[in-house]
T-cell receptor, first 109, second 118 residues
Framework: GQNIDQPTEMTATEGAIVQINCTYQ??????LFWYQQHAGEAPTFLSY??LDGLEEKGRFSSFLSRSKGYSYLLLKELQMKDSASYLC??????????WGAGTKLIIKP | GAVVSQHPSRVICKSGTSVKIECRSL??????MFWYRQFPKQSLMLMAT?????????EQGVEKDKFLINHASLTLSTLTVTSAHPEDSSFYIC??????????????FGPGTRLTVL
């Protein structure tokens, strides 16, 4: 079957670095997405990885290892506004999205 | 875990026809379902919020007569794209909230429906 796993909740301190992991099993693979979702709002696109490696975009970086079925989202210099849910979604060979349940990130001062 | 399905996964239709997309919560009840539209590598754009037994709430700029939403039961919401045109081609994603869990922040997302209008 297809599934995707990510931690339910993480806590980090303002100014620190946090890594949110995501593992996936899909029928075929057409890339992995990370979204940020604040309560009551629509998910905001953060990154898309289809090739192995690290992609950096400002304070956020995303990493993919296709052989391991593994990705992580790295957030640096954490700010209070980074408190949100982070969704990992893998696209299978039929271009369907398999969603993780989301990781609720709590930032403390 | 909570599962949301969508049907069909992919549809190709002629311009001017109507297309119905179903969103189902398979193992939980959802009073609220959301319909999103996604363009490649972009954020999900909320189109409307669907509430069981009442009219949907549409976001600004979304034509309610064109995108008909029906939430007839606690496990099913449908989006009908009426008189579809090529510009309606997109990836439509639904999500649902679990009524019983009481977690009003968590949404469970469907796999999406890719609509292509010729």
């Amino acid at each position: 079957g297809q599934n995707i796993d990510q931690p339910t909740e993480m806590t980090a301190t303002e100014g620190a670095i946090v890594q949110i992991n995501c593992t996936y099993q899909t029928s075929g693979f057409n890339g992995l997405f990370w979204y940020q979702q604040h309560a009551g709002e629509a998910p905001t696109f953060l990154s898309y990885n289809v090739l192995d490696g690290l992609e950096e975009k400002g304070r956020f970086s995303s990493f993919l290892s296709r052989s391991k079925g593994y990705s992580y989202l790295l957030l640096k210099e954490l700010q209070m506004k980074d408190s949100a849910s982070y969704l990992c979604a893998a696209m299978d060979s039929n271009y369907q999205l398999i969603w993780g349940a989301g990781t609720k990130l709590i930032i403390k001062p | 875990g909570a599962v949301v399905s969508q049907h069909p996964s992919r549809v190709i239709c002629k311009s001017g026809t109507s297309v119905k997309i179903e969103c189902r919560s398979l193992d939980f009840q959802a009073t609220t379902m959301f319909w999103y539209r996604q363009f490649p590598k972009q954020s999900l754009m909320l189109m409307a919020t669907s509430n069981e037994g009442s009219k949907a709430t549409y976001e600004q700029g979304v034509e309610k007569d064109k995108f008909l939403i029906n939430h007839a039961s606690l496990t099913l919401s449908t989006l009908t794209v009426t008189s579809a045109h090529p510009e309606d081609s997109s990836f439509y994603i639904c999500s649902a909230r679990d009524l019983v869990s009481g977690d009003t922040d968590t949404q469970y997302f469907g796999p999406g429906t890719r609509l292509t209008v010729l």
